[in-house]
Structure formats: structure tokens, C-alpha cells
């Protein structure tokens, strides 16, 4: 027993310092993008699949991209709390949940599943003051062959994430939805070899765009044209975050 805590709490350190380490790197250029922020601006927070999407065009409206790969809900709230924004922007996307699922993180466990949702409170309550609207993502779905994640978890935390919508009158959104195999978290084709991470982000970013615009405030008359996302960071840093081969 006191050999798996000590191999779980080595786990949360090591993964604690590799993210810890990204959002050094991206800080940077995020608090730089955020002193440019107006309030046409739609903010992007999350964990790997929002930091791949770059700064996709919504609408229009420029776009900030605060995401930190390898973030749990617990690194995502911590990482926008060192964080300021000068106006209110137009909206808020949040992708989470995917490094929450980990198994060695038991997130079939009722205080595993109480921490998640405690920590998303924490961040809808950041974004809430930051924007106008929020988007929630659903979380993603994994391939069958990314054992270190357990799919049965996707629906649990997707269904809090969606219950915290509907309490705080956000947008409960699930651009992955054409990617899930059926209702049980696993995904069908359109992942990377690792499980985890969509092959094509660019179709990701125009679904994300398609579901955010169809609220009024977000100027649906405007046009909109999806974009590549901008570089993002090797799948070594991420593999390196979650304890994974490349």
C-alpha cells in the first residue's frame, strides 16, 4: 500500500513539473497575446486538444489561445490564476477532462470524480469573469488501444461538466461527436497512433467554431472560415507530461 502512494504521489510531481515546464514556455506569448485582447476576443483555455487548435477564426473575432498541454482541470484553474485579462472578451471555449481520466488517477473513484468537478468550478468561475459566454467541451473520446485512460470515465466527467453548464447557463458543446464509437468513450477513426490526439485539428477547430456561433452575441452574421491551427507543441512534450513513450 505504501508503495503504490509513493509510485502515485512520484507521478503527480513528475507530471506536476513537465506541465509546470510548458506553461513557462507558453506564458510568454499567452500574457503578450493578452494585453492585445479586446472584446471581440474569444478565449481559448484547456489541455492539448485546445492548444492544438492554434487560433482558429471565430467569426471573425480574434482569438487568444491560453491552453497548456498535458493540463488537468486542477493545472488548467491553477495556470489561469497566475493570468490576467484587461477586458471582458466575447467568449470562452474550455477542452478538459482527458489527463483527469488517467487511470492511475483512479477516476472511477467518487472524490476522484468530487476533485474534477471542484476544480472545473474553479476555472468556470475565472472564464465567467473573463467573457461573456462560456463554451464547455465534452470530453473527448480515446482510441481502445490507450489503455493508461479508462473510457468508462468520459461519460461521468463529460455528465458533470454538463451538469455545471446547466447551473452556470454556459454552453455545454461536444465538437468530438463525430468521432465517438457509440456511447461508451471510445473513439472510432480520426486519432493519432498515441490514442489520445485527433489526427486532424483543423476539422476539430471548424466544428468548435460551428457550435460556438450559433449563439446570438457571437455575430453568427459574420463569415466564417476555418483555419489550420497554428504549430503546436511535439507529442514528446505531452507523451513526457503523462509518463508515455513517443
Partial sequence: MRATWIGTAARHWHHGRIVGRRFAERRPGIRAALRAADPDSVLLAGNSHAEFLGA???????????????????????HLAALRVPVRCAASVLIIGTNDIQRWRHPARARSVARFEAQARRILRILEGWSA????AAVPPIG??????????????????????????HGFIDPFAALRDGPGG????????????LADYTALAAEIVR???????LSASRT???????????LRVLHAAWGLRP
Avoid at 457550435?211 to 452575441?217: N, S
Avoid at 466564417?224 to 511535439?234: E, G, K, N, Q, Y
Fill in 224 to 234: 466564417v472560415r476555418a483555419v489550420a491551427p497554428a504549430s503546436a507543441p511535439p
Fill in 133 to 136: 459566454q462560456v463554451f464547455v
Fill in 144 to 169: 481502445a488501444w490507450a489503455t493508461g485512460r479508462d473510457p468508462a470515465a468520459i461519460a461521468v466527467f463529460s455528465g458533470r461538466l454538463a451538469a455545471l453548464c446547466a447551473e452556470r447557463g
Fill in 186 to 197: 471510445l473513439a472510432g477513426p480520426g486519432l493519432c497512433r498515441d490514442g489520445v490526439h
Fill in 56 to 78: 482558429p477564426d471565430f467569426g471573425g473575432r480574434p482569438c487568444i489561445n491560453l491552453a497548456v498541454g498535458g493540463s488537468t482541470a486542477a493545472d488548467c484553474a491553477g
Fill in 211 to 217: 457550435l460556438a456561433v450559433t449563439d446570438p452575441i
